[in-house]
Antibody
Framework: EVQLVESGGGLVQPGGSLRLSCAAS????????MTWVRQAPGKGLEWVAY????????DYADSVKGRFTISRDNAKNSLFLQMDSLRAEDTALYFC??????????????????WGKGTTVTVSS | EIVLTQSPGTLSLSPGETATLSCRAS???????LAWYQHKPGQPPRLLIY???TRATGIADRFRGSGSGTDFALTISRLEPEDYAVYYC??????????FGQGTKLEIK
């Protein structure tokens, strides 16, 4: 069974740091790019970060650029999100998701086909 | 930056009816970059449609995606109790890499 399990969430003070993890199983982790998506309380989904299969390419939402760092360990089938200089507005449920970029019939298709259940981050004093 | 506007914000329908959810982009998007997700409280988002109209694995044919350019739609026929959820459209872009619509809540009437 394809599965993603996030961990590492918790309560942290503004300005603090937290490291989220996402354990992958049931698929060849190293063959797929990965993303983090978050959902603030009462709000919709917001893409946060992306990392390529080998970990050399990444991209971030403007709201977290310079504060968050995405990384991966393909040997351990794990994805990470290092969150520094946390703000109250970073409070959210954080999901990891498997990115798909498929080339079919002369078209590229991009989407997220598998999601974890999420881990909650609360930034508050 | 592409902005996706979903309408209506909330849709109240009875089981058995047909739901039509709209997703409008601020500029023309490549259809193969457009996806739809279903999200229920306490569960991870679930991929329904990718490429604007291709159903994901295991998704019932009651779910149909359509549209092109700036106007896309998700149609759910013969609503069942498990269909009541929040639905998001999403597009792959350049900056930001992914954009989601604000969501449409489908509730039981």
């Amino acid at each position: 069974e394809v599965q993603l399990v996030e961990s590492g969430g918790g309560l942290v003070q503004p300005g603090g740091s937290l490291r989220l993890s996402c354990a992958a199983s049931g698929f060849t982790f190293s063959s797929f790019a990965m993303t983090w998506v978050r959902q603030a309380p009462g709000k919709g989904l917001e893409w946060v970060a992306y990392i390529s299969t080998g970990g050399s390419d990444f991209d971030y939402a403007d709201s977290v650029k310079g504060r968050f760092t995405i990384s991966r360990d393909n040997a351990k089938n794990s994805l990470f999100l290092q969150m520094d200089s946390l703000r109250a507005e970073d409070t959210a449920l954080y999901f990891c998701a498997k990115h798909r970029g498929d080339y079919l019939n002369e078209n590229y298709y991009y989407y997220m086909d598998v999601w974890g259940k999420g881990t909650t981050v609360t930034v508050s004093s | 930056e592409i902005v996706l506007t979903q309408s209506p914000g909330t849709l109240s329908l009875s089981p058995g009816e047909t739901a039509t959810l709209s997703c409008r982009a601020s500029q023309s998007v490549i259809s193969s970059y457009l996806a739809w997700y279903q999200h229920k409280p306490g569960q991870p988002p679930r991929l329904l449609i990718y490429g604007a109209s291709t159903r994901a694995t295991g998704i019932a044919d009651r779910f149909r995606g359509s549209g092109s350019g700036t106007d896309f739609a998700l149609t759910i026929s013969r609503l069942e109790p498990e269909d009541y959820a929040v639905y998001y459209c999403q597009v792959f872009g350049s900056s930001p890499l992914y954009t989601f619509g604000q969501g449409t809540k489908l509730e039981i009437k």
